[in-house]
């Protein structure tokens, strides 16, 4: 019976030892809770699980994996988990196939980003299939005091503007740092402003304060930024010059534009200078120059601002003006500005018959013969280029012609005695005849010419330098009513004595509403 009993025992005992072995871990649990073979267990071991690390770092993890299974294992992934705004995690697979009881070893990274100090708990896994292995690894992140400075600033400021400075620290520090910060400015090596402040910067934040010095005076100066944070000193500096340039300039009128030129010493024009006409500011342009139509006598005041050198100059604007009389055949005309006489100035006189051109002499008079531009109503203009330019209408009379004084001869009468006669018909003489050849010519071609010289409208034009001249006469019979004149020419002004002129795009376009039999209209264009 004893036997029996020890017999039992020993059955039970051997059954135990030969059942498959399972680990208490849970981590050896299948990933699921669920296990397609109990028999694949599998083991991962780091050969260090701490690490002393700093923003930055990239930690590589060595580990041995064991198959401690029955049966081979393949497909093994290798990966790090954790806090994902900490790190930057890697993943490997193994390729080798591990058979029971083999092991292999390998490496996994880990890069530290910027995480606050302290510890933080990661977990190495290996997972094959459903099962999987995980063990802890303890980061310690340690505190990082680390900082930068900048002073933007250019090298060289114009005098006369104001002058910005950015203050900037950076932090690659990844904790709070906090402490005094401050800057001291020097003017030509001398102390000008000292200032203190107390702030902090974030973990891989940025501080920054803008200076503005407001027309800062010519010289030298040097900014010297400093900061101490976390008991850690820093310090920057940069250096500047304010300086003026050395510019001219020239003023004047011509044309009827007052024109500005800045320039520096090797004579090229300067651009973004402030310029001042009558209280109105302009800027000069790329080539350094300012063009301001004058259309209206008087003085102009001009302020120049040449980095912070002010200059005023004064420009007379004159206009010319025209005194036209009439002595018989001849038009006399005088041109004066500001009361005096004006020598060379260009006259223009335009009449039914056509144009003339005349330059003014020493004592500002000029003469006009009245039969080549004809009678009637006539448009007069005077140009130049140092003075406002004028026009006016003027009309004139053809001179009376003198009355020939009747010759009286003295006639002897004979007396002859009365005699019977019987009248004889003169006889047509051959100049008879060529007279009413010559009428009935005349007539034809009257007859053929009526309609243009009676109902059609008379252009003429005619050019003189930079003025272009176009003179539109009504019909005899009819008015002239909607008339519309378009001329592809390039023009910088256009004047009329009637209806309106307006220049569009590269065309002159002229208008009238209505003109009277045998009314004249004229149309002046100052070509560009």
């Known amino acids: ?178 402490g005094r910060i401050g800057y001291i400015l020097f003017y030509n090596g001398t102390p000008l402003e000292n200032v203190t402040l107390v702030d902090f910067v974030r973990p891989g934040g940025m501080w920054k304060k803008e200076l503005l010095l407001k027309k800062p005076e010519v010289g030298n100066y040097t900014i010297l930024f400093w900061a101490y944070l976390n008991r850690v000193y820093r310090e920057t500096s940069a250096s500047f010059e304010v300086y003026r340039r050395n510019l001219s300039y020239t003023v004047d009128f011509k044309n009827g534009f007052i024109n500005v030129f800045v320039y520096g010493p090797d004579g090229r024009g300067v651009e973004g200078i402030k310029v001042y006409i009558n209280g109105v500011e302009f800027l000069t342009s790329e080539g350094g120059t300012v063009t301001y139509s004058a259309k209206t006598p008087g003085i102009y005041n001009v302020v120049l601002d040449l980095d912070g050198r002010i200059v005023s100059e004064s420009v007379a604007v004159s206009q010319l003006t025209l005194d036209v009389a009439q002595k018989g055949d001849k038009l006399i005309v005088r041109v004066r500005a500001n009361n005096q006489p004006v020598e060379g100035i260009t006259l223009s006189v335009s009449g039914p018959r056509g144009t003339a051109y005349a330059l003014t002499n020493s004592s500002g008079i000029a003469v006009v013969d009245l039969k080549s531009v004809g009678y009637g109503t006539l448009f007069i203009s005077a140009e130049s280029e140092n003075f406002l330019g004028t026009e006016m209408e003027f009309t004139v009379t053809p001179p009376e012609t003198p009355t020939p004084t009747p010759t009286h001869t003295q006639s002897t009468t004979t007396t002859h005695s009365p005699t019977s006669t019987t009248p004889v018909q003169p006889p047509v003489e051959e100049g008879s005849r060529t007279l009413l050849a010559i009428i009935l010519l005349g007539l034809g071609v009257f007859g053929a010419t009526l309609y243009p010289a009676f109902f059609m409208p008379k252009i003429q034009e005619e050019s003189l330098g930079r003025h272009h001249f176009i003179k539109v006469k009504a019909p005899r019979l009819r008015p002239l009513e909607n008339f519309r004149l378009e001329k592809p020419i390039t023009a910088l002004e256009v004047r009329s004595t009637k209806g309106s002129a307006k220049i569009e795009d590269s065309r002159v376009v002229w208008e009238i509403e209505r003109l009277e039999p045998g009314e004249e209209a004229y149309l002046q264009v100052l070509l560009g």
């Open 1 to 178: 019976m004893k036997r029996k009993g020890l017999l039992v025992l020993l059955l039970l005992l051997v059954s135990v030892l030969l059942s498959p072995v399972r680990s208490e871990n849970p981590s050896l649990q299948p990933a699921n809770g669920t296990s397609s073979n109990s028999e694949v267990l599998l083991t991962i071991q780091p050969l260090k699980d701490t690490f002393y690390v700093e923003p930055g770092d990239v930690i590589a993890i060595q580990y041995n994996i064991t198959n401690v299974g029955s049966s081979s294992l393949e497909n093994i992934v290798v990966y790090v988990t954790g806090p994902s705004d900490a790190f930057q995690y890697g993943i490997t697979a193994i390729r080798k196939v591990l058979a029971p009881g083999e092991s292999v070893e390998g490496t996994i990274t880990v890069t530290v980003l910027n995480p606050s100090p302290g510890n933080y708990t990661l977990r190495l896994v290996a997972k094959a299939g459903d099962f999987y292995s995980e063990v802890p690894i303890v980061v310690i992140v340690k505190p990082v005091i680390d900082f930068k400075l900048e002073v933007s600033a250019d090298k060289k400021y114009v005098y006369g503007s104001d002058v910005g400075v950015v203050l900037k620290i950076t932090s690659k520090s990844n904790t709070l740092i906090s």
